[in-house]
T-cell receptor, first 113, second 110 residues
Framework: DTEVTQTPKHLVMGMTNKKSLKCEQH?????MYWYKQKAKKPPELMFV???????INESVPSRFSPECPNSSLLNLHLHALQPEDSALYLC????????????FGPGTRLTVT | SQQGEEDPQALSIQEGENATMNCSYK?????LQWYRQNSGRGLVHLIL?????REKHSGRLRVTLDTSKKSSSLLITASRAADTASYFC??????????FGQGTTLQVKP
């Protein structure tokens, strides 16, 4: 199974809502990633988990809170978002370490109203 | 901050023609990877070339790497309408991060 799944596919939320994005992989990968992608731009790294521990936080605002409950699951908890946070949120996984190819999920299209 | 620049930003060709896109980067790398993204979807890994390799092939794809010029190119031969997508180069270094270039949008007309 070389698939990374993400739910939901689409999410519309108000600025006072709390929601979560979910990501799952069953490839045995021990590194998982969250990226944010705006239209016509490349993905921007947000967080990296390696062996279920947060290893990289790219100075992401605290209204985004990642969680890695186990080696297969990755969540992104959202609270008090701003309209400019509307974007495609991509999850990816890979073998841990440097330079391995990453497997991406289809993304969650988030709209903040 | 983004590592790479890609050109052209957009490319439109006829089916059957070859498509070449270029990527330049700024710092030392362990490897360089190319990804494809269909509109609004996730990225798909195409090919990885290590810093000590100069050329690599995979099916209709040919990638070159020139570390002295800090540049790479992706050639898609005999293009098909299904190749229409955005293509991103991404560099991997000792930081453990994958840094993406700005991307090239390819349109292949049937």
């Amino acid at each position: 199974d070389t698939e990374v799944t993400q739910t939901p596919k689409h999410l519309v939320m108000g600025m006072t809502n709390k929601k979560s994005l979910k990501c799952e992989q069953h490839m045995g990968h021990r590194a998982m990633y969250w990226y944010k992608q705006k239209a016509k731009k490349p993905p921007e790294l947000m967080f990296v988990y390696s062996y279920e521990k947060l290893s990289i936080n790219e100075s992401v605002p605290s209204r985004f809170s990642p969680e890695c409950p186990n080696s297969s699951l990755l969540n992104l908890h959202l609270h008090a978002l701003q309209p400019e946070d509307s974007a495609l949120y991509l999850c990816a996984s890979s073998q841990p370490g440097q330079g391995y190819e990453q497997y991406f999920g289809p993304g969650t299209r988030l709209t903040v109203t | 901050s983004q590592q790479g620049e890609e050109d052209p930003q957009a490319l439109s060709i006829q089916e059957g023609e070859n498509a070449t896109m270029n990527c330049s980067y700024k710092t030392s790398i362990n490897n360089l990877q190319w990804y494809r993204q269909n509109s609004g979807r996730g990225l798909v890994h195409l090919i990885l070339i290590r810093s000590n390799e100069r050329e690599k092939h995979s099916g209709r794809l040919r990638v070159t790497l020139d570390t002295s010029k800090k540049s790479s190119s992706l050639l898609i031969t005999a293009s098909r309408a299904a190749d229409t997508a955005s293509y991103f180069c991404a560099t991997s270094s000792n930081t453990g991060k994958l840094i993406f270039g700005q991307g090239t949008t390819l349109q292949v007309k049937p």
